[in-house]
Every structure is written in structure tokens, then in C-alpha cells.
């Protein structure tokens, strides 16, 4: 177990994972080490961290300012600590119980995976300050209504299997270079549908899941 009652021992005992696996400290796998807490973790030269599969559900000061790529998939993480990681690039977080969002500090992030978990419409104004973000994965969550956000760069939103019974087509319009957008499973009905198709057409998306089928070829970006 690597439930620790002290931060100095969980953050040695991580280290020492890392030591006998004989590990690039340029990328570090943390993968399926039933580790529970992240606490004045430290990895000053790493760019690439994996921490997947594991029981993590609190993190409190995470150190990498060089860390370009982190995988949180797959714990048990309730609410998005605050990040102040200035070269992150690609963030996952999909299948934990996300619920809420602290403050993000994450200047350069372009990939954002927040799949499965549990997150309602009210939380997502927080992500207004990732300027830089180009792809947004909120499918399977329980958003009911999408708010209007400020995302110049997003070109791929996906919204599919949440609780969506009405989108307002005028929140894509900070959406300038938006490309790719998923309503799939959703609660729109079909005359709704039929009025958005149409809508979504003058906004030039080229992209477009809606129904069950694909209206069109779509990214499917999953890494």
C-alpha cells in the first residue's frame, strides 16, 4: 500500500517506485501503483507523467514545470486541484468523479479529457482562462445546458451522452475556429435537431455528431 500518513514518505516512496523500475526520468509511469495521494511531488525535468489506474483522490502540490503531458485517468479525484504547470499541453482527467474545478494555472494547455466523471454546467466557467485550449471532451457527464464560454481556440467540443435537452447555438459564437461538435445522446428533441442541424451550418462546422450516426466525419481523438 502507498497510503502514507506523512507527504515526505509518499513522495519518497514514489521515488522509490521510480528508482527500481529503472524509469526515463524524462517520462515517469506511475501506472497501477494503488497510489492514493499526491503530495509535494517534485519532478523538476520530467515531461511526460503517468498516473493512471491508480486510487488517487487528493493532490496537493504537484512540482513540474516542465511537465508537458499528465494522465490522471481512471481514479477517484472529485475536484480539479489548483495546477500551476506553465508548459502543460495535454491534460487527462477522464474517468474519475470530478464534480468541481479549483483555479487552473495551465497557460499553454491544448488538450483537455474530462470523460466520464460527474460534472454539472456551472463548473465549466473555470475553464475560461485556457486560451490556448483547442480540444475539450465533456462527453458522458451531467451537463444539462452548455453556457456560453470564452475558448477562441477550440476547434473540437464534445458534448455527447450528458443530459442536454436544449443548446443555445449562440454559444458557439466565441467559438470562432470550431471545426468538430458532439451532441450525441443527448435529450434534443427531434424537431429541436432538425432547427440546430440548420444553425449549425452557417457556424461552418465541418464536423457534426447530432444523432446516433455521425452527420459527418468526425475526430476522434482519444490519447
Known sequence: MLEKSTSNTVYETTKKIISKANINENEVELENKKIKKIINMNYPKTSNLYLR?????????????NLTILDLSNNYIVEVPNFNLPNLIHLNLKKNKIESFSELNLPKL???????????????FKLNVLKELEKLYLSVNKIKNFPELQLPKLRILDLGDNIISEFDINNLDNFTNLESLNLKFNEINDTKLNELRKLIKLHNINNLFIDSECDSECDSDSN
Open 53 to 65: 489506474y491508480n486510487f488517487i483522490n487528493e493532490i496537493n502540490k504537484l512540482i513540474a514545470p
Open 110 to 124: 491544448k488538450k483537455l479529457y474530462l470523460q466520464n466523471n460527474k460534472i454539472e454546467e456551472g463548473c465549466l
